[in-house]
């Protein structure tokens, strides 16, 4: 037995060690009956045997005995192989210590008997501290598994149960796990997620207003990238098949300590796509027309408050138009609210047709609609005008024929305007001031356009008319160059400049000043922009074939418009080739605004036009905001002093600053410089004096028709 306790090392089953208990005992029950007198019961003394030592005999193996149940009684608490191996041994040493009790004649056999079954109980106790120093570790390692298994399938059951989509993602972004939930509201199975990039999960990100999501700022992917929390969003998603769903989601960064610390991000959401339509539901009956599906007078409101607030830091010019349809009742009356409300949603259709983006197109009732224009002008003037022109094609719009229920039904509008600039105004007031001008348009004889300012009315009807007649003016050829004379130090002529003027068959000669803006606002420039350039290059190719006009140059203004059309320098190009001109007696006056619009393209342009020989002047120069740094890039050959400066030069100083300044830039950067506006002789010695040898004004004389310019240059 001694043998067998001592080699075995592996774990051996209880069954084992009860079959050992069994074995022993039936040897001990076998010992006592071959040798009855190994077991007296009284003591005995002699020999060297004391009472104390037979008495600590049976108290040593009575403890021993005591010892085994108690670690019998662990082992059946505990079920664990140490505990069955420390009850054995104090159950074998308990037998062991009774073999010594035989005191009168003690045999070899009894000592033999005794300290082997010590020797087997000293192995027991040796396998018992094997066990829980050795294989200890190991069970506890394997409880801790099982532990954690049961940990994880309960965490998996907990995360398969949530309503819920999470995903959970490391700090690169990918997903190490995903529920069924966000499948379900993402579109795509675990499978499919799981090692994906969040980026990739949740498809094409909307804000509420419909815009895209900005990537710099895609759920989950800020979180992963500044370790801070993102704040609960709602956002839409674009699910594979296509679909829109609306999710609430937040995300929370787990830091796991380290060298360098993980990141573990864990990304929540829900699906709220029903709540979300029943939001948008209630806030478009709250803001919206049910009929036309316009915004409502609420949400006119707001937009017109915006407005007014954009207005005060641009003080650029707003307008209302109030538009009621003529003679609605009656169509209501005679073929019913179904016909009526028909009419009206069309109406809708097209005023839209005739606003920007950024306009607003709104219904008050019955058949009153209002638009809103914003950003129209820093210009009182021209912002009616642009008014005026959306309103005439609203009002065009509303004259064209309807067809209700298969019939065709004429009708027209009555609109009133309102402009406002800035907060100025009382927002009720403005309201009012349209309605009050649409309810004159309406006592005018209805399909009329009326502004609430009556002064501006007429200014503007005039423009109106004056427009109408422009559009015949080149038909009718009633559009003339004259030619001011530009002349050097020695009064000697170096060229002309063509400017355009307007002979009106009733109200005679018209200032530029009066057409050139509307022909800009209304796009006539071009063609006769193109006119001019022709007339011009004809009137070069004619003074070519006389020597005493031959060598002069002919200065043309091109307008705003006409140099940011993408076809200009191909269209100068054409002409020059097509009157068969040098080009250098050709000059193109460009304002200094116009110009720095788009430097780069004005460059370009400018370059095209330097190459294939044209002169490039800059009019009007002082009276802009451009920088010597402009200036320089700018492909120029001249500068044109403007007239303002040129007028006080003699008796302000400001003024002859400012001209000397200009002078001596020019001068620095090689470019020719020519004053215009010079009166007097007083003016021209001052130029002259510090460095400006070109002139243009009526000390030298004044714009003329063609024939007259000829007769004084032959005097």
């Known amino acids: 037995m001694l043998l067998v306790a001592l080699a075995w090392v592996p774990p051996l089953s209880r069954g084992f060690w009860l079959s050992i208990g069994l074995i022993t005992s039936g040897v001990l029950i076998w010992f006592g009956s ?15 045997v004391t009472p104390f030592k037979a008495i600590y005999e049976y108290v040593l193996c009575t403890a021993n005995l005591l010892v085994a ?4 009684q662990q082992a059946q608490r505990t079920g664990e192989t140490r505990h069955y191996l420390l009850s054995l041994s104090s159950f074998v040493m308990g037998i062991g210590e009774l073999a010594f009790t035989s005191y009168v004649a003690p045999s070899d056999f009894q000592n033999i008997f005794g300290h ?30 099982e532990r954690l298994s049961e940990s994880r399938a309960r965490y998996h059951s907990a995360l398969s149960s949530l309503s819920e989509g999470v995903l959970i993602q490391r700090g690169d972004g990918q997903i190490l796990e995903a529920n069924g939930a966000a499948g379900t509201i993402l579109g795509l199975s675990v499978e499919q ?13 909307i804000h509420e207003d419909g815009a895209p999501w900005p990537a710099a700022i895609h759920p989950a992917m800020e979180t992963l990238k500044t370790g801070k929390t993102l704040p609960e969003a709602t956002m839409g998603i674009r699910k594979p098949d296509g679909s829109l769903a609306w999710i609430s989601i ?36 709250a803001y919206f027309d049910a009929l036309t599906l316009l915004p409502n007078r609420r949400l006119l409101t707001d937009r017109l408050r915006h407005a007014m607030a954009t207005g005060s830091r641009t003080l650029e010019y707003g307008a209302l138009l109030f538009i009621d349809m003529d003679n609605f009742k009656a169509l209501n009356d005679t073929r019913g609210h179904n016909v009526g409300d028909m ?34 002008s820093k210009n009182r003037e021209h912002a009616a005008e642009q008014a005026m022109l959306v309103g005439e094609k609203i009002r065009d719009a509303a004259e064209q024929p309807y067809r209700l229920q298969g019939m065709e039904y004429h009708c027209s509008a009555s609109i009133g305007i309102s402009l406002f600039c800035g907060d100025s105004d009382n927002l009720d007031d403005l309201l009012k001031h349209a309605d009050a001008a649409m309810y004159q348009a309406k006592n005018a004889g209805r399909n009329a356009l009326r502004f609430f300012d009556p002064n501006m009315q007429t200014e503007l009807e005039g423009r109106t008319r004056l427009e109408a007649d422009l559009r015949y003016a080149l038909a009718e050829n009633q559009l003339q160059l004259y030619y001011q004379i530009q002349v050097n130090s020695q009064a000697e002529a170096i060229g002309a400049e063509a400017l355009l003027r307007w002979h009106h068959p009733t109200q005679g000669l018209i200032s530029p000043l009066q057409f050139i803006p509307i022909a800009e606002i209304s796009g006539l420039i071009m063609p006769i922009g193109v006119w001019v350039l022709q007339t011009a290059c004809a009137q070069i190719k004619d003074w070519q074939t006389t020597p005493l006009t031959s060598h002069l140059q002919l200065a043309v203004n091109v307008s705003a418009r006409q140099f940011g059309q993408t076809s200009f320098v191909p269209q100068v190009l054409e002409i020059i080739q097509s009157s068969g001109i040098d080009p250098k007696y050709l000059k193109l006056e460009l304002t200094e605004s116009l110009l720095l619009e788009n430097i780069a393209s004005s460059i370009t342009k400018m370059q095209a036009l330097r190459d294939a020989g044209v ?3 800059m009019d009007d120069f002082g009276t802009g905001h451009s920088s010597l740094s402009y200036l320089r890039r700018l492909p120029l050959d001249q500068i044109k002093i403007d007239q303002s400066f040129v007028h006080d030069i003699a008796t302000n100083e400001d003024d002859a600053s400012i001209v000397m300044t200009i002078i001596m830039m020019a001068r620095n950067l090689g470019m020719e410089v020519i004053a215009e506006g010079v009166e007097t002789e007083q003016q021209r010695e001052f130029l002259e004096n510090n460095g400006c040898h070109l002139y243009q004004g009526y000390l030298f004389g004044k714009p003329t028709p063609i024939a007259d310019f000829q007769t004084a240059l032959h005097h």
């Open 69 to 72: 149940i108690l670690f019998w």
């Open 343 to 376: 009419l009206l949603i069309e109406v809708a259709q097209r005023l839209h047709i005739f606003v920007r983006d950024m306009d607003t197109v709104a219904r008050l009732g019955g058949d009153e609609f209002v638009v809103l224009l914003e950003s129209l």
């Open 34 to 48: 071959y040798n009855i007198d190994a077991f007296p019961l009284t003591f005995v003394t002699g020999k060297g």
């Open 250 to 285: 937040n995300s929370r960064p787990i830091v796991t300590p380290g060298d360098p610390p993980a990141l573990t991000v864990v990304t929540s959401f829900v699906d709220i796509t029903e709540r979300k339509i029943s939001e948008d539901q209630i806030h478009h009956l």
């Open 615 to 617: 002169r490039i002047s």
């Open 116 to 145: 082997s079954y010590k020797l087997m109980a000293y192995a027991l106790i040796y396998r018992a501290t094997f066990v829980s120093s050795i294989r200890a570790p190991f069970e506890e390692i394997r409880r801790s598994e």
């Open 193 to 205: 997620l799981i090692g994906r990039n969040s980026s990739e999960a949740i498809l094409h990100p």
